[in-house]
Nanobody
Framework: QVQLVESGGGLVQAGGSLTLACAAS??????????MRWFRQAPGKEREWVAQ???????YYPDSVKGRFTISRDNANNRLFLQMNSLQPEDTAVYSC???????????????WGQGTQVTVSS
C-alpha cells in the first residue's frame, strides 16, 4: 500500500513561487518504481495533470505550465516535489500527487492519491 501526503500549499502573490512536497510511504523509493504525477483541480473545473515523472526520471508537462513548473524527486527520502514559478491567479487550485504502476506508457492508472494541498494565487 502506498500512502501520499502533500504539503507546502499556501497563499502567494501573482508572480511568486511555491514548492509543494509529497511524502510517500509504504515501500522504499516509490518514485523509482511508480509513475508520479501532480494534478490540480480548481473549483468548478475538471482535474488536470500538471507534471509527470516516470521511474526513469523522464519528465513531462502540459503546455499550460511548461517552463514554469518543475517536478523532481528525492529517492533517498521518498519525496516528490513541484516547484512552481511565475504563479498566476489561474493556478489557484487544490494540488494533489498521485502514483501509478506503468502498464504501458499509454496506460498508467493512478491508483494512489494524497489528500491535496490548497494553492491560492492573489492578483
Amino acid at each position: 500500500q502506498v500512502q501520499l501526503v502533500e504539503s507546502g500549499g499556501g497563499l502567494v502573490q501573482a508572480g511568486g513561487s511555491l514548492t509543494l512536497a509529497c511524502a510517500a510511504s509504504g515501500r522504499t523509493s516509490i518514485a523509482s518504481a511508480y509513475a508520479m504525477r501532480w494534478f490540480r483541480q480548481a473549483p468548478g473545473k475538471e482535474r488536470e495533470w500538471v507534471a509527470q515523472m516516470l521511474p526513469s526520471g523522464s519528465t513531462y508537462y502540459p503546455d499550460s505550465v511548461k517552463g514554469r513548473f518543475t517536478i523532481s524527486r528525492d529517492n533517498a527520502n521518498n519525496r516528490l516535489f513541484l516547484q512552481m514559478n511565475s504563479l498566476q491567479p489561474e493556478d489557484t487550485a487544490v494540488y494533489s500527487c498521485a502514483a501509478g504502476r506503468i502498464v504501458s506508457l499509454a496506460d498508467i492508472p493512478y491508483d494512489y492519491w494524497g489528500q491535496g494541498t490548497q494553492v491560492t494565487v492573489s492578483s
